[in-house]
């Protein structure tokens, strides 16, 4: 009794665990298929912001124009997750007015006592330009796929990612200064005074080169408006890993993500099943039809029967009638289509027909076959025919002695029905 318990509460428990498995067993949603082992491409556009480095002597009278733009090649290895190989191009531009010269330096000795005197001069302005190419790897892992019951059927998602990257740039620094400078020297009576003045205004251009790894990371938001593409916003921040002068050492940006997905030919299920039922209502249609023409070739072919079976009825009518008067002097026995074998109807007629003949008189028998069958065939159906008739007629008496003539003719070209599948007995 206890073992029946325990096997009854174990049975129960198992099928109020294994219920939730089975119902959890659904069919993927049609997005996941389509974003399985994919290629993509994708291009991107926006703004970018750096700052340390260099970057920090640039106080807010700078003016900051950075212009980002991208491609890449990426894989969804699953829904959730896919490998990017990324390539962007940052162009940065900043510019400087001073509100005051800065200076360019002190006094400068040129020989017999004489003295150049630049402190009057100065920077009154600076730009800043660069050009930074980024390549990295990165993996981005979608969080909207850790919700399992999505309702948005894929179109809207969030994916986050980093990875490992190299940075590749120029720079320089061109700065324009005015001013006038004065040379003093001594005059005739051996005192200092001021000889000539000159005013100038020059550029100076200081350039370099750097390159440095980074780590990127990246938040990117896309709404996938077809299979085949989608448009997303993104932002992301690079930490360069050296600290190089003219080189920034964060760079963020934001822009405009267009991404196209190589899905080759899109299988829809919906189409699919639609096509599928499609097929199914001809199939059933073709059914129907072939099941009507089936049906009537059976009904007229039923109805050939009937007719043919009337006519024998007939025949059969007649025959029991000039048997019924006693002075019948010929006999047909109809036998059944491809059939030798008498009824028990077209015996007892055989044998109703031979207890009236006299009891010496001679008769002849001719057996026949209708012209369905081949002229080989119907030969040997007529001879059975008549051997199966002659064989009633020794049962009641009429032996070979009496048999003038027996013969199977096969059958004749006009033989067609259940009229010519016969033996007709003539009395001499």
Same mark, same amino acid.
């Given at each position: 009794?206890?073992?029946?318990?325990?096997?009854? %509460?174990?049975?129960?428990?198992?099928?109020?665990?294994?219920?939730?498995?089975?119902?959890?067993?659904? +069919?993927?949603?049609?997005?996941?298929?389509?974003? *399985?082992?994919? %290629?993509?491409?994708?291009?991107?556009?926006?703004? @970018?912001?750096?700052?340390?480095?260099?970057?920090?002597?640039?106080?807010?009278?700078? *003016?900051?124009?950075?212009?980002?733009?991208?491609?890449?090649?990426?894989? $969804?290895?699953?829904?959730?997750?896919?490998?990017?190989?990324?390539?962007?191009?940052?162009?940065?531009?900043?510019?400087?007015?001073?509100?005051?010269?800065?200076?360019?330096? =002190?006094?400068?000795?040129?020989?017999?006592?004489?003295?150049?005197?630049?402190?009057?001069?100065?920077?009154?302005?600076?730009?800043?330009?660069?050009?930074?190419?980024?390549?990295?790897?990165?993996?981005?892992?979608?969080?909207?796929?850790?919700?399992?019951?999505?309702?948005?059927?894929?179109?809207?998602?969030?994916?986050?990612?980093?990875?490992?990257?190299?940075?590749?740039?120029?720079?320089?620094?061109?700065?324009?200064?005015?001013?006038?400078?004065?040379?003093?020297?001594?005059?005739?009576?051996?005192?200092?005074?001021?000889?000539?003045?000159?005013?100038? %205004?020059?550029?100076?251009?200081?350039?370099?080169?750097?390159?440095?790894?980074?780590?990127?990371?990246?938040?990117? %938001? +896309?709404?996938?408006?077809?299979?085949?593409?989608?448009?997303?916003?993104?932002?992301?921040?690079?930490?360069?890993?050296?600290?190089?002068?003219?080189?920034?050492?964060?760079?963020?940006? !934001?822009?405009?993500?267009?991404?196209? *997905?190589?899905?080759?030919?899109?299988?829809?299920? @919906?189409?699919?099943?639609?096509?599928?039922?499609?097929?199914?209502?001809?199939?059933?249609?073709?059914?129907?039809?072939?099941?009507?023409?089936?049906?009537? #070739? +059976?009904?007229? !072919?039923?109805?050939?029967?009937?007719?043919?079976?009337?006519?024998?009825?007939?025949?059969?009518?007649?025959?029991?009638?000039?048997? $019924?008067?006693?002075?019948?002097? #010929?006999?047909?026995?109809?036998?059944?289509?491809?059939?030798?074998?008498?009824?028990?109807?077209?015996?007892?007629?055989?044998?109703?027909?031979?207890?009236?003949?006299?009891?010496?008189?001679?008769?002849?028998?001719?057996?026949?076959?209708?012209?369905?069958?081949?002229?080989?065939?119907?030969?040997?159906?007529?001879?059975?025919?008549?051997?199966?008739?002659?064989?009633?007629?020794?049962?009641?008496?009429?032996?070979?002695?009496?048999?003038?003539?027996?013969?199977?003719?096969?059958?004749? !070209? $006009?033989?067609?029905? =259940? !009229?010519?599948?016969?033996?007709?007995?003539?009395? +001499?």
């Amino acid at each position: 009794m206890v073992r029946k318990t325990i096997t009854g %509460v174990l049975a129960a428990l198992t099928l109020m665990l294994g219920a939730p498995l089975f119902a959890q067993e659904q +069919e993927e949603p049609e997005y996941k298929e389509q974003r *399985t082992n994919k %290629v993509g491409l994708y291009l991107r556009g926006g703004t @970018a912001w750096a700052t340390g480095g260099s970057f920090a002597e640039w106080s807010q009278a700078c *003016t900051p124009v950075q212009i980002l733009g991208g491609a890449g090649l990426s894989w $969804n290895i699953r829904p959730w997750v896919r490998l990017g190989l990324n390539y962007d191009y940052t162009y940065s531009s900043r510019n400087r007015y001073y509100n005051e010269l800065q200076p360019e330096g =002190p006094a400068v000795e040129a020989g017999e006592g004489m003295v150049v005197n630049n402190s009057q001069g100065g920077v009154f302005y600076r730009r800043y330009n660069a050009g930074m190419h980024g390549v990295d790897l990165s993996g981005d892992f979608n969080l909207m796929e850790l919700f399992k019951n999505r309702s948005d059927k894929g179109w809207f998602n969030i994916y986050v990612g980093t990875g490992f990257g190299w940075m590749l740039g120029t720079g320089n620094v061109w700065s324009m200064s005015t001013g006038h400078s004065s040379i003093s020297g001594p005059s005739s009576d051996g005192t200092f005074g001021n000889i000539s003045t000159e005013s100038w %205004v020059k550029g100076l251009n200081q350039e370099c080169k750097f390159n440095s790894p980074y780590v990127p990371a990246r938040l990117s %938001v +896309e709404f996938n408006v077809l299979p085949q593409m989608a448009i997303g916003i993104e932002g992301g921040y690079k930490f360069l890993c050296k600290n190089m002068d003219l080189a920034p050492r964060n760079l963020f940006s !934001a822009g405009i993500t267009l991404r196209f *997905t190589l899905t080759g030919k899109i299988r829809c299920r @919906a189409c699919e099943q639609k096509d599928a039922r499609f097929q199914e209502l001809v199939a059933d249609y073709d059914k129907v039809q072939e099941e009507c023409t089936k049906a009537k #070739s +059976e009904k007229d !072919a039923s109805l050939k029967d009937l007719i043919d079976e009337n006519e024998s009825l007939k025949a059969r009518i007649e025959a029991l009638e000039q048997a $019924n008067s006693g002075s019948a002097k #010929s006999h047909i026995v109809y036998f059944n289509l491809d059939s030798s074998t008498l009824s028990d109807v077209e015996r007892e007629r055989l044998i109703a027909y031979g207890v009236q003949l006299s009891s010496d008189g001679m008769i002849s028998i001719v057996g026949e076959a209708s012209n369905e069958g081949g002229s080989e065939y119907n030969q040997k159906l007529s001879d059975e025919r008549v051997s199966s008739v002659i064989n009633i007629l020794n049962q009641i008496g009429i032996g070979k002695e009496r048999i003038s003539s027996a013969k199977g003719i096969g059958s004749s !070209a $006009n033989g067609e029905g =259940p !009229a010519f599948r016969r033996v007709s007995i003539t009395a +001499e």
